[in-house]
C-alpha cells in the first residue's frame, strides 16, 4: 500500500502548527509530504520548503503554482491532497481552489472565517465527492473514543450536563505585536475571525462535547472578553448551551489563565454515570457508575472496545500525546482517501463538523454582540 | 480559661449537622455542649438530648423554653451561646429569641429565609452587640486564609477571573420523600427557602469567592435548574457575575453531577498568577506565578503565614479535614464571645457574611425568575 | 452511657502527641480525660495539667501519685484508663504500675523498649485481664478496615509482594541538640530506644503490612543508617521480609527524605489484584483487579463493607483525617474497657500488635548489626 | 541536511520494539529506513520488509546479506548504521558484524549476553571509531535532562539515597508458552540473558539512576524472584546498591504487580533538596527544596534550562511521550552520525552506558546466586 502524498499550504518559517502537521503525518507511515507552498510570500515559501527537505521543483513559492504544476505531474507522483496549515483567513481560498483542482483536502480549524463560506466549500465538499478533513487534533486521542463509545451504548444513561472547559494561559499578557508570531495572528480579527479565544480553542471544546455526546448544540448564550488591554479579539469566553438531547451545558475557553496550559477537559453528567477526561492526561479516562467506585480506564487497555484499542499504538503505561493523536487523524484521514471503509465506529473530523463549527462560533459572537441573548444553532 | 458554654437549637434524631457541631466544638477543648433543645417536636427533642449525654434538667422540650431557664440559671452555669443546626426556616425565629435573651449565636447557613429577616437579623446583632457566627465551615480550613493572605499581598495583581465550583452527586436520583431526612427538607421550599442547591452549597461557593478574593459580588444572572422529575427547587445553578475590583467570575453549585462527592473548589486568575484550592484535598493549595513553576502550598508548612500556622493542629502530612476546619469556626467564636481580641487577619465569618450570602441567594434567584438577566446587588 | 475517664502520662509542655491524644479522646464523646501526671519533672507536670484545664486536685506531680490518688476516688469518678503518651523509655513502668493498680491502659508505640519488656507486659495484661491498647494510629482509618477486608475476602487471591512505606524529610538535617524537643527525645537511645526511624515510624510500617495483609511478618533482613552527621540512631531503614503466607515484601522508613511529609503508603500484589493506599489522602483506597480498570473506593461509599462504614462519621467528600483515626482508636478502646462487645472484624491493635512490632524491631536492629542477614521472628 | 539511513535487524511479523523503533526514526524526518532483515527466518524476513514497505531489493532474507548488500551500494544510497531490534541473544554477532562492516549501530537494550561479549563489543565500537547508541528510551524525555541538570547544578546538593522502581503488572500471570511472544522470548534464559524483570527493565532503572545522578553504582546486592509458577527468570528484583559518591539506592523491578503499567519511578534525595520523576507522566518533575513548596516543573516551561527546552517539540501542556521520547535518541543519533558536534550537556546512551549496565545485571545476578551479598561493580 503506498502513501498518501501530501502537499503543504502554509506552516514556513516560525510557524508553529506546521511542523506538527509534518511530523503527524510521518509517524504512521501512512502518508508522505511532497510539496508545499509554505508561505504567503514567495522567497520565503520556497526557502521554508527547502529548509524542511522538499525538492526544489516541488517547494513552490505560492499555492496556486502548486496546485497547477501537481495537477500536471503523473497521477502516481502528483500530491493527492492538500493540508491548510495558514491562518485562519486563508483557509477558504485555498481550499476551494484545492477542491476544484481535483485534490482531497485536510485543513486546520476553525475551518473558515464565516457561515457564508462554510456553506460554500461544504457544498463545493459534497459536489467533488472529494475527501475533507478537519484537524480537530483531540478527537485523535481513543480515550475520546472511548468516551464517545460508552454514551452510545447507553452506560450514562440520558445526558443532563456537560461541562467542557479550554483553559490556557499564554495570552495572560499582551504577547502580541512583538515577535510572537502566533500571538499576532491569533489575536488579528483579519487573520482569525471573529473569534479569539473561542475561536481558537472554544471551538476544539465544542467538537468534543459534540462529538462524546453525539449530540448537537442547539442553542448558546455567551459572554465574550477581552480581558488584556489593547488585545482586539476575546481572550476569555463564557458560553452556555442546549444540546438536542434536552441537556444544558457550560463551556469556557480562556486565555488569560496563568499556570493553565493546554488544559482541555470535559465532564459528561448523566443519569447513570458521569465521565471525565482531561487532554494534559490523555491516556486516562474516569467512568463514575453511581454507588459505585470511580473506574480509570486506560489507554491500551484490554478492556477497551475493538474500535478504540485498534488506535493505541503502545502498551498500557507508555504514554501517547498530542502528536499521535494528531497521527491518528491523517491516519483515518488517509484510510478515506485511499477509498478503505473505515471502522463507522471510528468518529472523523469533516466538513460537517467544520460546519457545526462555525455555526456555534457565529452563534457565541451573535449572542454576545446582542448582550448574551440565546441564539439557536441551524445547521 | 473557662470554656465557652453552648446550648443546642436542632440537630436531634436523624439530622446530620448537628452531631458535626457537637465534635467540632468538642476538638479543641474551647467550647462545651451543656444544653439543647435538639427538635420541634417535643418528646423528640427530650429523648435526642438524652440520648447524646445532656443532663435531664438541661435537655429542653423546645428552644423558648431553653432560653427561659438558661437565662434564670446563675451566670457561671448557664450557657453562652446558641448554635442554631435547624433546617433554614427556623433559624431567624430562634436567632432572634437567642439574641433577645441576651445569647450569642452560631448559626447553620444560609443564615434566614430572605433579605427582610436578614436585615432584621443584622439590626438585631448590631443592636446587641452579642457575637453572631455563621456556619461556613470552609472558611475554616487554614489553606483558604493562605489564599487570602496570597491575594491580599498582591501576589496575583489584580484579579482577572474567578471560577468556583460546588459540584455534588447525592440529588442525582429522587431521594426526597422517603427514608433520607436531608434530602427531604433541603429541597423542600418551606424549609429551605427559595434556593436549592444554590442555597444549600451555592451561598458557601461564593462566601469563598468573596472571602478569597477581599472583594464584593456585585452583580449576577443566573440559570437555576431542576434536573430531577419532581423536584421542587433547584438542583444545579450557573451563576455568571461581578467583582467589586472589576473583575469577571463563574460560580457553579450542581447535586446531580454523579461521582463528585463534595466537591467545592476555586481558580482564581489574577494578572501575574493564579491560585486553586479543593475542599477534598483540603492541605494543598496550588499557587502558579507567571513564568515559574507552580508551588504546591502546604498545611502546616514552615512557609506559611504565621497567622495560617496559627490554625493547623498537626505536623505536615497529618491531614486534617473537614471537622478540623468546622472546630476552628468554633475556635474562632470562642475567642470573640471571650472577648479575645482576635488576629484581624483571620477573617470569621459573621453576620456581614450572612447578609451578604442572603443578597447574593436573593439576586441569584430573581435573575433567574427574570430569564436570566443581569441582578445588581447591593449590601 | 457515662464516658470513659482517662488519666494521661506525659504529654505536658513541648509535647507533641499529648495534645493529639486529648483532642482524639474528646472527638467522639465516648472518653472523658479527667486527670493527669503530664510530665515527669513535678512542677512542669502540675503546671502542664492546669493549662489544659485539669482540677488543680486531679493534676498530678508524678504518675504514682497519680495511680494511688485516683484508686482512692470513689468508683464512679475515678478514671478508668490511664494514656501513656510520654517518650518511649517511660512506657514498661507507668503501664505496669497502671495494670498493677487496676487500671486499663492505651499505650503509645513503640510499646516498650525491648522484648524483655514486652514479653512482662504482656502476661501482666493477661494476667489482669485489662484492656491494653496500642497508638498505631493508622489503624484507624476506615479504608484500612476495608483493604484488610478485601484481602480477607480473597478478592486479591495469594499475597505475593508487599511495599510498605514510610518517607519523612524532617529530620533531614540535625535538629536535635536544639529546641525540637520531639528531635530530641527520638534521636536519643536513652529514650527512644534501639531504634530511630525504625522503632518511631517503621514500626507503623510493619503494623499496617500485617494488618491489612492478615499475616506475620517471620524474617527480615535490613539496613539501618544515620545520613546526618552526629545523629545517634538511625533516620533511614530498608527492610527485606518474608510473609508467612509465603510472599515477600520491602519496608522503607526514612525522615531524611525533604520533601516527603507524612508519606505512609502500602502496595500489596496478589495473584489476582492490587491495593494501594497512602496515608496522606486517607479518603482514597485503590483496587486494581487484573484486566479491569482500577478502581478508587472511597470513604462513605455506600459500597463499603458495613462494619467500615461504620466508622465513617462524615459524608463522602467531608475528608476525615488524622485525627479522627486517633479518634477511632480511642472509640474502640472504650467499646472494650465498657466491655461492649467490638464488631470483631473491626482489628483493635492490642498487647499481641505490641508484641509483634518489638519482636519485628528487634530482629531489624539485630539484623543490621549482623551485616544484613536474615533473621526469624518468633513471637 | 539528508536524513541518516537506517538499516533494521529484527522487529518483523508479531515484534513489539520494531514498530516503535520505524515511527521513532521518522518523527524528525532526520532518519530514514532504507532495508532491513526483519527476521531471522528467511521467509518471514523478506515478507515482513514488503509489508512495511521497504522495496523489494533492500528487502534482505538476513542480516548478513544485508550488510555485505549494502556496503557494495553507492555510498549516497547505501545505509549508513543499523537498528538492532532483535531479542537480546542476537545483538552481539549483529552488532560485531556491523561495525566490522563500517556501519555505525544503534542497539536495543540490554546490550549483550554477558560482560565477555560487552567487553569485546567495546573494544570493537572504539578501534572503529564508530557511533554506537543504546535504546535506553527514558534518556529521551526532556525532564530526565532537566532533573540530570538540577543536581549537576547542586540544587539538591550531595545525594543521600536514590529510590528508583520499574513495576509492571504484565507478567502476573503465566504468560509464555502461548501466542504472547514478547512474554515467550523475554522469559527465555536463551533469548533473553541471565536477567528476567532485572535485564528487561531493571537495566533501564540502572540507567536513569546513574544519568540523573552522575554517579556511579558501585556495589549491589540483589534478590531475585520468580514469583509465578513455571516461569524460567525472574520477574521480581530487589536490588540494594551504593553510589559512587557515598549514598546508598534502592532498586525494584517487577513485572507481577497486577494494576501497574509501565511505571517506572524516580526519587533522589539529596541534602537540600529531593526531586521526583514518573515515565506515567513524564511531562512532570517535582523539585522539592527544603523549607519550601514543593515546585512541579513542565515540559517546554521557560524556566527550563535552554539544551532541555531544545528537546521540546511542542508546547506546554501538548504532552509527549513514549515515542517522542524514542525519537529524540534517534535524533541524537543521527547528530553523531552526521558528524555534529552534540552539545555535550545532553547525555546519549552509548557503549560505556552498555558497558555499566550489563556490569550492574551480572553482579546483580551473581549477588541473588550467592544468598544476597554484596557485590562490586568494576567498569
Known sequence: MGKIRIGMVGGGEGAFIGAVHRT???????????????????????????????????????YRSMLTAEAALPEEIRMQAVAIVTPNHAHFDVAMAALDAG????????MVMDMTQAQALA???????????????????????QARSLVAAGRLGAIRKIIVEYPQGW?????????????DWRTDPAR???????????????????????EAVTEVRAELTRFVDGRRLDDDAEVAFRLSGGGKGHLLATQI???????????????????????????????????QPAQLWRAAAPYL???????????????????EAFATLYLLFADRVAGKAGNDKILFPDIDTGLRGMAFLEAVIASDHD??????INV
Open 24 to 62: 503527524a503525518l510521518a509517524i504512521d507511515g501512512r502518508c508522505e509530504l511532497v510539496c508545499g507552498a509554505l508561505s504567503s510570500t514567495a522567497d520565503k515559501a520556497k526557502r521554508s520548503g527547502l529548509a524542511i527537505g522538499l525538492a526544489d521543483d516541488r517547494s513552490y513559492s505560492d
Open 103 to 110: 485534490f482531497h483536502v485536510f485543513c486546520e480549524k476553525p
Open 123 to 145: 457544498s463545493k465538499v459534497r459536489e467533488t465527492g472529494l475527501v475533507f478533513g478537519l484537524a480537530h487534533t483531540y478527537a485523535g486521542y481513543p480515550l475520546v473514543h
Open 171 to 183: 495570552l495572560a499578557r499582551m504577547e502580541e505585536g512583538g515577535d510572537n508570531k502566533q500571538a
Open 192 to 214: 482569525a475571525g471573529g473569534g479569539g479565544a473561542i475561536g481558537d480553542i472554544g471551538t476544539h471544546a465544542h467538537q468534543l462535547a459534540e462529538m462524546i455526546s453525539g
Open 257 to 291: 489563565a496563568i499556570g493553565e496550559e493546554n488544559g482541555l477537559r470535559i465532564r459528561v453528567h448523566g443519569e447513570k454515570a458521569s465521565l471525565r477526561w482531561l487532554q494534559e492526561e490523555p491516556n486516562s479516562l474516569w467512568f463514575q457508575p453511581i454507588d
Open 305 to 323: 472496545d475493538d474500535h478504540v484499542a485498534a488506535l493505541c499504538r503502545t502498551p498500557m503505561g507508555h504514554p501517547e500525546g498530542y502528536l
Open 371 to 376: 448582550g448574551g441573548i440565546w441564539r439557536k
